[in-house]
């Protein structure tokens, strides 16, 4: 056909001059001169099963090398085709079976403290009940109730919970109590009374002493003695008891205001009064102690209220209170109704251990600082600097931090646990990046993550080692972000293959604990996901041959 008596010839040159096919001047100017006809030519037919199999070898040669050249080729029989391979091959690049393990054993141990616990409450509340029935069947509530406390002071006592992740060191810190080891390697017990308590057996315990606090008034008068009770009951735990007790006491001068029993009314509200002095003279700090406390000077004005109605209803409170100048035997009784001695080491402890965790909190900021400033030398590439301040820290650990929490154990959990959770953050960002130490290059990290085995001289908690991991994944995010300016794919690989493996290990532990771990989950899974669109974008810079700088999404993805 001949398109020069066309129309359509207009509009198809200047097609044809912009294409690849006219390939000189002297093509084009014998397409002004002469008629201009198109042949076309039927294209070579491919067979189905010859582009099938060599699409596949390439898919296959492409998949197993994760720095290949990615490819166009396209076909509707591999599709859809296999996702993107994130992970290394090796399926225990983080093993964290251990921790899951000992993580479910002192779980199953808390869920028995917590039985044990109510069916203590339960008991408690039939003993009362017995107690205002006229004791018609008190005898046989409190051997059930001597039997569960028993119970539950073994249970804490041979607790599984691991107190640190290398079983087969032995150090004070391992069972919460002040210990020593022999030449046979062998430990004995001290003193017994400081450990933290699992589950909430220490409010319980609280409540059997202020149980027992209250029947021991009954039957004296006076305040019960620690030294009359099981010596596995802290201190805080007997002085919880005793200003719980107060409440019963105040509620006690009521029912026997009902009966104008103004003698027995005066004698709790002197009690009330005296313990409120004693308590006095100590330094309550904001916590469970403090808020008990301010409920016994309500305790004593709900006393002196009722002392103030009966005495205008016609009881002659001063003179029941003063005894006509005879000693009644209630004046007998206030003599001797406080165990002055005991109550005042009992102070004295309770001061020194008030000292002991400023004395932490301060030596702690040193430690915490020395870790952070660790962190930020690796950042800097300054690694002789970082070994330098981890050796600090550790120092400052070891012979500052580590005799205060072995003397005593409940200050573990605070400040020192957020200094180990910095150490263990960045002695594994050096080892992520030069291993043991031998040879250092910065464009390529070692990509090492430590196992709880690895920490020898300073050993870890579970909470403390997964606390120092998941802050160690911020630390690499910032390690792909500064390698990804520079181009460096195979680094923001590394980074998101390390984040992505601890993000699924984490996933695998059946239940974390407590302390904040479960808020670092869903930060994580959202730095997985930049570093996915990182490396995205990398591709495309790699594709395209344009030095452009890649832009991280910072906007959350809705799950």
């Not at 039985?115 to 069947?137: C, F, G, T, V, W």
């Not at 102070?347 to 004395?359: F, G, I, P, T, Y």
Request: charge should be negative; charged fraction near 25%; include cysteine.
């Amino acid at each position: 056909m001949n398109l020069l008596r066309s129309g359509c010839l207009n509009n198809l040159l200047p097609i044809l001059l912009k294409s690849s096919f006219i390939a000189s001047p002297s093509l084009t100017a014998r397409a002004f001169s002469q008629p201009l006809f198109l042949q076309f030519k039927p294209k070579p037919v491919i067979s189905i099963n010859t582009f099938t199999s060599t699409f596949t070898s390439t898919s296959l040669q492409s998949s197993t090398n994760m720095d290949a050249e990615p490819t166009s080729t396209t076909s509707t029989a591999s599709i859809p085709a296999s996702p993107y391979r994130y992970l290394f091959d090796q399926p225990d690049f983080l093993d964290l079976t251990d921790i899951n393990t000992l993580l479910s054993t002192a779980d199953a141990n808390r869920q028995v403290g917590y039985d044990l616990s109510s069916n203590i409450k339960s008991s408690l509340l039939n003993n009362r009940a017995a107690l205002e029935r006229n004791n018609q069947d008190g005898t046989s509530q409190q051997e059930i109730l001597e039997k569960l406390i028993l119970q539950a002071l073994a249970l804490d006592e041979d607790e599984d919970e691991p107190k640190q992740m290398k079983m087969d060191t032995v150090t004070v810190a391992d069972a919460g109590t002040e210990m020593e080891t022999d030449a046979n390697n062998t430990t004995t017990k001290q003193a017994r009374g400081k450990k933290p308590r699992i589950a909430n057996l220490s409010l319980t315990f609280g409540d059997y002493i202020r149980y027992k606090a209250y029947m021991h008034f009954l039957k004296e008068g006076t305040l019960i003695p620690q030294s009359s009770l099981n010596e596995s009951f802290t201190d805080e735990e007997y002085l919880s008891g005793i200003i719980t007790m107060n409440h019963d006491l105040a509620r006690y001068a009521i029912g026997r205001a009902t009966e104008r029993d103004v003698a027995s009314v005066l004698l709790a509200r002197d009690l009330v009064s005296k313990v409120l002095d004693h308590l006095m003279e100590y330094d309550f700090r904001n916590g469970n102690l403090r808020r008990k406390y301010d409920g016994v000077k309500y305790a004593l004005k709900t006393c002196e209220t009722v002392l103030y109605e009966l005495s205008v209803t016609g009881c002659d409170v001063y003179a029941v209170e003063k005894g006509d100048g005879k000693e009644t035997k209630r004046a007998k009784i206030a003599k001797d109704d406080m165990p002055e001695e005991e109550l005042k080491s009992l102070c004295k402890r309770m001061a020194h251990r008030d000292e002991l965790r400023e004395a932490l909190i301060k030596k702690s900021r040193d430690g915490q600082k020395a870790a952070k400033q660790a962190i930020y030398a690796l950042h800097r590439e300054d690694f002789e600097g970082a070994e330098r301040l981890i050796a600090s820290c550790e120092k400052c650990v070891i012979e500052e931090l580590n005799p205060i929490v072995d003397e005593e154990p409940q200050l573990r959990h605070g400040s020192f646990a957020n200094v180990l959770e910095e150490y263990a953050e960045a002695k594994m960002f050096y080892a992520w990046l030069v291993g043991d130490g031998s040879s250092i290059d910065v464009s390529k990290p070692k990509g090492q993550i430590l196992l709880p085995s690895d920490f020898i001289k300073i050993p870890l908690q579970p909470i403390e080692y997964l606390g120092g991991l998941c802050d160690l994944t911020g630390e690499v995010g910032r390690f792909a972000v500064k390698r990804g300016t520079q181009r460096d794919t195979p680094g923001v690989k590394l980074s998101l293959e390390t984040d992505t493996s601890i993000l699924y290990a984490l996933q695998n532990i059946n239940k974390l604990p407590g302390g904040g771990l479960g808020k670092k989950i869903d930060p994580l899974r959202r730095s997985v996901e930049k570093l996915e669109r990182m490396l995205y974008e990398l591709s495309l810079v790699k594709a395209t041959g344009r030095n452009v700088v890649a832009a991280i999404n910072d906007t959350e993805s809705p799950e």
